[in-house]
């Protein structure tokens, strides 16, 4: 089975535009889930999506917003980019029926804000 | 809110030593406890996790963990470390009653030296 995967791998961008990422999920799974990773405040969660709806949110300005399509393909788009911005952003699948069901992470977007 | 302390930052290590890499929650209600690794420039990968019975836990590459509900702890531990498991360690919780949201710990970077 192919893993999660993220495209693209590496992004510059500068203050002000915006940005989309996308995630590609294990097949079968229906729950997309999103993450920043940045050295100063670690890894923290954005949202996630479970067949087309948005079913958690975290502590992120408006800015940020995603959207799950039918074939369970995410993405994750960021307007008027700050230099905060800056960090590897990571989604990660799971089958989304149950709190017990493993998140396997893809290998995350790299995105700089100049 | 939930959170996760990861008491050391950084453990150097000699190859062939055995190491712990701590981790505590914070929560009064039952929660699911997992451990990721993270290679350099690399998504992260799910070590073990804990969802219920056993309080010890085994997992890939020679790796365990134990739980301990009344210290709140989930420390992880390796008999005899390799070279190849340089890399940086998450603790990571999650509440029963959540789906596709785990709280992360800031991170141990593990550093085994010849």
Same mark, same amino acid.
């Given at each position: 089975?192919?893993?999660?995967?993220?495209?693209?791998?590496?992004?510059?961008?500068?203050?002000?535009?915006?940005?989309?990422?996308?995630?590609?999920?294990?097949?079968?799974?229906?729950?997309?889930?999103?993450?920043?990773?940045?050295?100063?405040?670690?890894?923290?969660?954005?949202?996630?999506?479970?067949?087309?709806?948005?079913?958690?949110?975290?502590?992120?300005?408006?800015?940020?917003?995603?959207?799950?399509?039918?074939?369970?393909?995410?993405?994750?788009?960021?307007?008027?980019?700050?230099?905060?911005?800056?960090?590897?952003?990571?989604?990660?699948?799971?089958?989304?029926?149950?709190?017990?069901?493993?998140?396997?992470?893809?290998?995350?977007?790299?995105?700089?804000?100049? | 809110?939930?959170?996760?302390?990861?008491?050391?930052?950084?453990?150097?290590?000699?190859?062939?030593?055995?190491?712990?890499?701590?981790?505590?929650? /914070?929560?009064?209600? *039952?929660?699911?406890?997992?451990?990721?690794?993270?290679?350099?420039?690399? @998504?992260? %990968?799910?070590? =073990?996790?804990?969802?219920?019975?056993?309080?010890?836990?085994?997992?890939?590459?020679?790796?365990?963990?134990?739980?301990?509900?009344?210290?709140?702890?989930?420390?992880?531990?390796?008999? /005899?470390?390799?070279? *190849?498991?340089?890399?940086?360690?998450?603790?990571?919780?999650?509440?029963? @009653?959540? %789906?596709?949201? =785990?709280?992360?710990?800031?991170?141990?970077?593990?550093?085994?030296?010849?």
């Amino acid at each position: 089975k192919a893993g999660v995967t993220q495209t693209p791998r590496y992004l510059i961008k500068t203050r002000g535009q915006q940005v989309t990422l996308s995630c590609s999920p294990i097949s079968g799974h229906r729950s997309v889930s999103w993450y920043q990773q940045t050295p100063g405040q670690g890894l923290q969660f954005l949202f996630e999506y479970f067949s087309e709806t948005q079913r958690n949110k975290g502590n992120f300005p408006g800015r940020f917003s995603g959207r799950q399509f039918s074939n369970s393909r995410s993405e994750m788009n960021v307007s008027t980019l700050e230099l905060g911005d800056s960090a590897l952003y990571l989604c990660a699948s799971s089958g989304g029926l149950a709190g017990t069901d493993t998140q396997y992470f893809g290998p995350g977007t790299r995105l700089t804000v100049l | 809110a939930q959170s996760v302390t990861q008491l050391d930052s950084q453990v150097p290590v000699f190859e062939e030593a055995p190491v712990e890499l701590r981790c505590n929650y /914070s929560s009064s209600v *039952s929660v699911y406890l997992f451990w990721y690794v993270q290679y350099p420039n690399q @998504g992260l %990968q799910l070590l =073990l996790k804990y969802l219920s019975g056993s309080t010890l836990v085994k997992g890939i590459n020679g790796f365990e963990a134990e739980f301990n509900k009344s210290q709140t702890s989930f420390h992880l531990r390796k008999p /005899s470390v390799h070279i *190849s498991d340089t890399a940086e360690y998450f603790c990571a919780v999650s509440d029963r @009653g959540s %789906q596709g949201n =785990l709280i992360f710990g800031k991170g141990t970077k593990l550093s085994v030296k010849p």
